[in-house]
């Protein structure tokens, strides 16, 4: 079982930087992540700035929730696509056949987590470098070991919860030979609305702050928060939240993508592929 | 009338580190209603010569004209008369019909669609797919798409078509039909049908002239009746045990101009297949073999093929001349 | 001369028809194509909310209406000759007597019928929901809206070019240019302009994009009602943005023709 992880993580780790040389990997993907978050803040700015109602503690707000949001809409599709993409290349009935799809799966969405986790930290760093400078102000980001630390935690705990979510994903991938690609648009699209990612859930209209609280991501985002921007003691009730609510969501997600396969395996969809 | 020209073709393609000699002053021409074949290996120049011809590379020096126009000054002239298929190419638009994907490329020759639709309906009976037009391409077999890519190479009525490895992949039945559409549209509609080719039994039976092209060289151009009666040397096959297959280089046998192995796993026996200088060196090969302990079976004097004609100039066979080459 | 032109205007209408019957043959597509800009733009509909100024919310509709027509016609063609390359269907173009740019401009034209249902979706989605005021479309926003396209279509073929010479390079280049570039156009914000956050010296660097002027304008038009007396200086800056992108792409993509030719470059089909 480990060995097949290990295996996975690295042939993941292979496809997302072996084309081109690393470090480069890294910048341009953490390029669109920093514009995505200052195009947030701007719009925040803009509009709090018309309505006279401009309340700069807010900034860091945005940049903690922005940086979460998108690193964890650029790796909870890695499960999907290690199906769709593997069953096109015919990859994926050969993972299945060797017993290793589960791991092979989990594998995949590691490296992408690997990569995605500089790109969030990059990307944190220099959209709060870039805010300061553009807006002239000095977003309060608590920097210190413990924080990053805290936040590190918060991470790996969305990395269960992806894993459930992508899991589910990947479930659907077994049986939808095409256009499965635009999923995570849509889930990564109501992401950024339901997980607190860039306003308070409270201000969504009843009673949709139900669904925010029911996902994990809105809760390590506000326990990344709490251990950044303050206050801490919130920190621990959110993390529990979110680590009770990510082992819900992966147990789900292992539950539904072991039907799913035997489903699959039932119908003929484990090796069925359109062009 | 020559609807092909080549005049001292010659291409290099320079790395930074190496040069390679592409092509080395090739020289042909190719005759209106003929059936032409580029025969070679892999890597032997093949490609790089239609690309040329069908504008899609430059030579570095030489000439070469098709259908009148000059490939380098007249690019756009030869491309509206020219028609091309590779067997490595898409065919098409995945989620649209195989007739609206015949369609678009009658439009990029500017076809009208009355007849761009007149030529559909002839090229899907002379290739027997009138019945998969109306379905997405995608949901077409191999077979199908592969005789599509045919047709959309003749949709704009080509004065010169160019094939690189037409039949490659098919199956027995498509390649047929597609190989018979090839003579029909060279000998009816005067058309000039270029192929290239490694596949010999293709180059025999349906070209009126073949090129034998080895390392960017024309080795013999001729009917390919006349390059096999041009061999004068006894070609001989022998069968022997296992251990005919350690020998590594049939031209180290004496009176050996070049030759072949094949090693047969399933009967576990060699095939020794080499063109002796003179029929007196069979008694010695049989000596050398009986001294290394190589059984031999039964041996037979064979009528040459285009291959043996490749042998004889190069002292290899294709699959020899293929794993020697960089790619 | 005529005969170009015919064949270059059938070849356009062939790959728009193409790509139309592609995307409207298959509903998903256009499910597809909604979620993404209907999605972003509702997200930041509700910041401008947050904010303070549901007025705003407009912006972010508007955004989300155009972040549509804007990923297909400058990024989806900027990538479209490296994804021909790749597929093997440019050896089929180049050695067609179709030009080019008959079939970048077609490929992109189809694509904006095809973005219609997209664009229509976003914005009554969004209107619906967050009721922006703005005004009535005028004769000036349909000439705002059909200058920036072009200009963005010379910048496609401009790219598009550039990109031929690379491989996945090309599809991570431009993805990782697609979110700065937005973020300087203001796509979701006015960049320029009195009311835009930016330095400056970032305003400069931004208004050398053709969908920055075309975004402030479209902006000023709809939410501001603005007409042709005001915006004059905005049309004639787009008009001589279209014209210049236009000629630089069409050199570009013939430099880069030859030039592949002379290589070979042209012809590598990456994987």
Known sequence: MMRKLIASIQLGLEREFSWTFPPLVILLSTIPATAGILTVVMVYWVGSSAAGKLDPSWVSFLIVGSSLYTHFSSYIWAPLSAVSEGKASYTFPLVFISHSSLSYIAGRVIASFIESSFTAILALGFSTLTVGALLNITPGLGLTPLSMALFAVGMAVGLLAALGLGLMLAAYAIFVTRLEWGLPVYISGILMIFSEAIFPASSLPHPLPLIAESLPFTHIIRAARAALIGPLNLYLAEIFSASLLSAAWFLAGLAIYAHSEKLGRRRGYIDYRVV | ?327 | MRFSFTLWAKVVIARALIRVIAMYGDPLWILVNVGGPLLTSTALAFLYRFAGLPQFTGFAILGGGIAAYWGNVLWSMASQLSWDKRSGMLYLYITSPAPLTALLIGMSLGGILGTLPSSIAVLITGTLLFKPPFSPPTITLVLIFMLTLVALYGMGIALSSLYLFLSREAEEINEALYEPVSFLSGIYFPSIGRSSPLPIAIQAVAALIPLTIGMDSLRRTVFYAEGLSELWPNIALLAAMAVTSIYIGLKMLSYIERRGRETGDILVTLK
């Open chain 2, 1 to 327: 009338m020559a609807n092909v020209v080549v005049e001292n073709l010659t291409r290099v393609f320079e790395t930074k580190s190496r040069k390679v000699l592409a092509l080395d002053k090739v020289s042909l021409e190719v005759r209106s209603g003929e059936v032409f074949g580029l025969l070679g290996p892999n890597g032997a120049g093949k490609t790089t010569l239609i690309r040329i011809l069908t504008t899609l590379l430059l030579p570095t020096s030489g000439r070469a004209l098709v259908g009148g126009y000059d490939v380098v000054k007249e690019a756009k002239k030869v491309r509206g008369i020219i028609g091309f298929s590779s067997s490595s190419e898409r065919v098409g638009f995945d989620f649209v019909t195989a007739r609206r994907n015949l369609w678009f490329f009658s439009q990029l020759y500017g076809l009208s669609t009355s007849i761009a639709n007149r030529r559909i309906e002839e090229l899907a009976a002379l290739l027997e797919f009138q019945d998969q037009l109306d379905r997405k391409l995608y949901t077409l077999t191999t077979g199908y798409r592969q005789r599509l890519n045919i047709a959309r190479a003749l949709i704009n009525d080509p004065l010169v078509v160019f094939f690189d490895e037409p039949t490659n992949g098919m199956d027995v039945f498509s390649a047929k039909k597609v190989r018979e559409l090839f003579v029909k549209e060279a000998k009816i509609n005067s058309r000039t049908m270029f192929l290239a080719t490694h596949n010999m039994f293709e180059a025999e039976e349906i070209c009126d002239r073949v090129a034998i092209i080895d390392k960017g060289r024309i080795l013999a151009i001729d009917t390919p009746e006349n390059l096999k009666s041009s061999l004068s040397k006894p070609v001989v096959l022998f069968e022997t045990d296992v251990a005919g297959a350690q020998i590594d280089d049939p031209t180290q046998l004496e009176g050996v101009v070049g030759g072949t192995i094949r090693v047969d796993d399933e009967n576990e026996t060699a095939k020794i297949r080499v063109i002796l200088r003179d029929e007196i060196f069979l008694e010695k090969i049989l000596d050398i073999l009986e001294k290394r302990r190589v059984r031999v079976y039964n041996y037979q004097i064979l009528e040459p093929t285009l291959e043996d004609v490749f042998i004889s100039q190069v002292g290899a066979g294709f699959a020899e001349r293929e794993r020697s080459v960089e790619v």
